[in-house]
């Protein structure tokens, strides 16, 4: 039986993740700040640990390699945060939040779990998730894109430290996609609409859609793929729609 760590639990895209991997037969370990409001299946565990801190990381590693018995095969990191406002808008107190919910967290996360692959004989997984605003300019973003182009520049190291142990490093850059987090934001139908028109395909993403990429990079079918960042953005930075004249 696989097993996986899922941090940042408690959220929509990581919660439909989890659902995924139950269904593929995976016994999960599930981290959050909020370990308390997890629903949990038979014989999985839930880890009250801030994995924005070093000693946080560490612990829900180390606990999801206790309850398991071996070092996790995978670690999903899906804890982070949104933060969209214009720079001279950002305070420090919100610019610091933003890494370290984003960067520190997905460094973290890393540095507890990269070395145990290493000392493990079996290969090991770690997937992340980055932004569309790392990829290409989308105003109002400048702290959340900073953050998630780290991500980024973290997944393509951790894959070339790595790759000697077996473990691959890959991350899903999405667009807006529905979760509790972003559900204000698409209740005005006048704001859902000029959401949707920013994607080619017409539309924002849903968090099962992240859930069903993210469940294929972590299983054996994506055995060849590392380092890599995949967009899930609707076409978002790949495309320039072709807008009729009036």
């Not at 395909?201 to 859609?209: F, I, P, S, T």
Request: aromatic residues 6%; hydrophobic residues 50%; neutral net charge.
């Amino acid at each position: 039986m696989k097993t996986c760590l899922i941090t940042g639990a408690s959220g929509g895209v990581a919660t439909a993740l989890a659902a995924r991997l139950r269904d593929a037969g995976w016994r999960l370990a599930l981290a959050s700040r909020r370990a308390d409001e997890l629903v949990l299946a038979d014989g999985e565990v839930a880890i009250a640990a801030d994995v924005a801190t070093e000693d946080g990381a560490e612990t829900a590693v180390a606990r999801a390699t206790e309850a398991f018995g071996q070092v996790p095969d995978a670690v999903a990191h899906c804890a982070g945060a949104i933060l969209i406002a214009p720079i001279g808008r950002t305070t420090e107190a919100q610019y610091r939040a933003c890494l370290a919910a984003n960067l520190d967290s997905a460094f973290f996360v890393a540095k507890a779990y990269a070395p145990r692959v290493q000392k493990s004989p079996a290969p090991g997984a770690l997937l992340f998730f980055s932004s569309v605003a790392a990829g290409i300019g989308v105003a109002n973003h400048a702290a959340i894109a900073m953050a998630k182009g780290g991500v980024e520049a973290l997944v393509r190291s951790l894959a070339a430290d790595f790759s000697g142990a077996g473990l691959r490093a890959n991350a899903i850059a999405p667009g807006l996609m529905r979760t509790p987090a972003t559900e204000r934001m698409l209740t005005n139908e006048a704001a859902a609409k000029a959401i949707a028109g920013q994607y080619p395909l017409g539309r924002h993403g849903e968090a099962d859609e992240a859930a069903a990429l993210g469940a294929f990079l972590l299983s054996d079918d994506a055995g060849w793929i590392s380092g890599q960042v995949i967009g899930l953005d609707g076409g978002f930075q790949a495309v320039r729609p072709y807008v009729k004249s009036p």
